[in-house]
């Protein structure tokens, strides 16, 4: 049924495994990291995060586009991923607040992908051999001929991309009722929600571009400076740790989400590393480590920090612990320092899309912040 009104479309992963299937979006050809997402929704905030950025998305859930698309529920300008991977897209979206159906918004964004695909065989593909390079072509027919251009596309190891989604010019989100807090917020891939949710505890969010200095975000005279999600590896993003280590010097309280967890743990000396195929979607198990306590939480990231978690480090910023850990991995979900005033956590609290157990992590900001004053 699929490929009755559909072109034929090409998958070819960099080892060159092969996957069939029909054009979904635009008509073209995309190259990027393959990368699988578990959520069974939220498909508008995943195309949409700048996290995303220089990456070709399977979904793992086999029925997307069922609900269309809204103008409420968008994280950013415009939509990030370099490519879109579906086994079953919907006929016809069903849901009161669409407006577009998911194939239209990939079509008006440029936004080559691939349907008909068996996308567990490729999800299991990409578990066990890791996210690699893939070409999605709806224009290609050689399966070799892509191959080598997929060869040819540049690997995530080493990208800088966070300067590619910054927003161009700060901007201000307000408090909503009662200014309790200034935020400095540095936008290395910044989603909607985060600021908002900020904004629903009384701060006043200044947004400012990825390659701001130190300076500038003590400029805006903050309570507490924020370090935003994004794209790319955290080993070539120099101009955000050293922003990161000047606000330290500061001693201005900071928090740090996902990117800015692994721009924290640079700043502090840890190194950090790509995982095998990485974290993406809303239904990832997270321990904080103080509390014992589980929280489900959404994540994107191929990234993460090389910290101990045995033991209480020594840095040039006093002792730092890792407060939160997956209990899929044992990868290091979070960060806390003990002399300073400054945390960060591997995931999305924001919640757009996924859950809320990691709401109360703005409300521990605002906490540090008040004990800043």
């Not at 990291?33 to 399977?58: C, I, K, N, W």
């Not at 190194?271 to 321990?287: D, S």
């Amino acid at each position: 049924m699929i490929g009755l009104a559909r072109k034929p479309a090409l998958l070819v992963l960099e080892d060159g495994r092969t996957f069939r299937g029909y054009q979904y979006g635009a008509e073209g050809e995309t190259f990027g990291e393959a990368v699988f997402t578990t959520g069974m929704t939220g498909y508008q905030e995943t195309l949409t995060d700048p996290s995303y950025h220089r990456q070709v998305v399977v979904m793992t859930a086999p029925h997307v586009g069922n609900t269309g698309v809204n103008d409420e529920d968008p994280e950013s300008r415009r939509i990030w991923v370099a490519g879109y991977v579906v086994r079953d897209p919907a006929r016809l979206p069903s849901n009161w607040r669409a407006k577009r159906t998911l194939d239209e918004e990939l079509v008006a964004y440029g936004v080559v992908g691939i349907c008909g695909i068996d996308t567990r065989a490729l999800t299991r593909h990409l578990r066990e051999r890791g996210a690699m390079r893939v070409g999605v072509s709806s224009v290609e027919t050689d399966p070799d001929a892509l191959a080598e251009r997929v060869l040819a596309s540049p690997s995530m190891v080493g990208a800088d991309l966070a300067r590619e989604v910054t927003t161009p010019e700060p901007y201000v989100v307000p408090a909503q009722g009662e200014k309790r807090f200034t935020v400095a917020a540095l936008d290395l891939g910044i989603k909607a929600m985060t600021p908002y949710r900020m904004a629903e505890r009384g701060m006043e969010v200044h947004v400012l571009p990825a390659t701001s200095t130190a300076e500038d975000l003590l400029a805006v005279d903050p309570d507490g400076v924020f370090f935003s999600n994004g794209p790319g590896d955290p080993a070539t993003a120099d101009y955000a740790v050293e922003a990161m280590r000047g606000v330290l010097d500061a001693g201005k309280p900071v928090f740090g989400i996902c990117f800015g967890n692994q721009i924290l743990g640079r700043a502090l000396g840890f190194g950090t590393y790509k995982l095998k195929y990485g974290h993406r979607g809303i239904n990832q198990p997270v321990m904080d480590r103080a509390t014992a306590k589980v929280e489900i939480t959404a994540h994107n990231h191929g990234f993460a920090v090389d910290a101990p978690l045995d033991k209480v480090a020594e840095t040039p910023y006093g002792r730092v612990e890792v407060s939160h850990v997956c209990l899929n991995d044992d990868v290091v979900e979070g960060l806390r320092c003990l002399d300073v005033p400054a945390f960060s956590v591997q995931y999305h609290p924001e919640a757009a899309a996924g859950p809320h157990d990691a709401a109360y992590l703005f409300d521990r900001f605002a906490e540090l912040m008040k004990g800043g004053r």
